[in-house]
């Protein structure tokens, strides 16, 4: 399936014969290739639950697993919201790839007011805020983000960041 380049396949053989956990374990393997190939099966199909072993990965000697691994946590919070917040995500990344800030600071907020836990929301929004010089704004983003993603939750002013 790799070599097919058959992600739809791979992510297919996975689901049905592989758990997180099972994959997780493939981390700690002394062999590099089974290292990189955990590292992209957790990037398809890894939970919040395969941070922290993937985030071990970044310290890793190969560099192909260090950039396998940032690949995958990159992929786990990408689609770390609901369905319809991932989507707004993803359109708003898009905007930021055509430099469109108020666009994709607009679909950030809709991901935010659809799934206000979705910590990737916030730090997209932030990155958006800090392009357009507006500093403050992409702190208190950074801020709801790490609160978010360690899962403490504080009270902060505005509609978009309520929990």
């Not at 707004?88 to 607009?106: H, N």
């Not at 958006?128 to 609160?147: M, N």
Request: aromatic share 6%; charged share 25%; glycine share 6%.
């Amino acid at each position: 399936m790799l070599a097919k380049q058959d992600l739809a396949g791979l992510l297919q053989f996975l689901k049905s014969r592989w758990t997180a956990e099972q994959i997780v374990d493939l981390l700690k393997s002394r062999h590099c290739d089974a290292r990189k190939v955990a590292a992209l099966a957790l990037g398809r199909v890894g939970g919040a639950c395969c941070l922290g072993p993937l985030s071990e990965q970044l310290k890793d000697p190969d560099p192909v697993v260090n950039e396998m691994a940032e690949h995958a946590l990159w992929s786990i919070w990408f689609r770390s919201g609901n369905c319809q917040a991932n989507h707004q995500l993803a359109k708003g990344a898009q905007a930021m790839e055509r430099q469109d800030l108020t666009e994709a600071i607009a679909h950030f907020t809709r991901a935010i007011e659809i799934d206000p836990k979705f910590a990737e929301a916030y730090n997209q929004r932030a990155i958006a805020h800090y392009l357009q010089e507006q500093f403050d704004d992409s702190i208190a983003d950074c801020q709801r983000t790490v609160g978010r993603a360690w899962g403490i939750v504080t009270p902060t002013k505005g509609a978009s960041a309520r929990r």
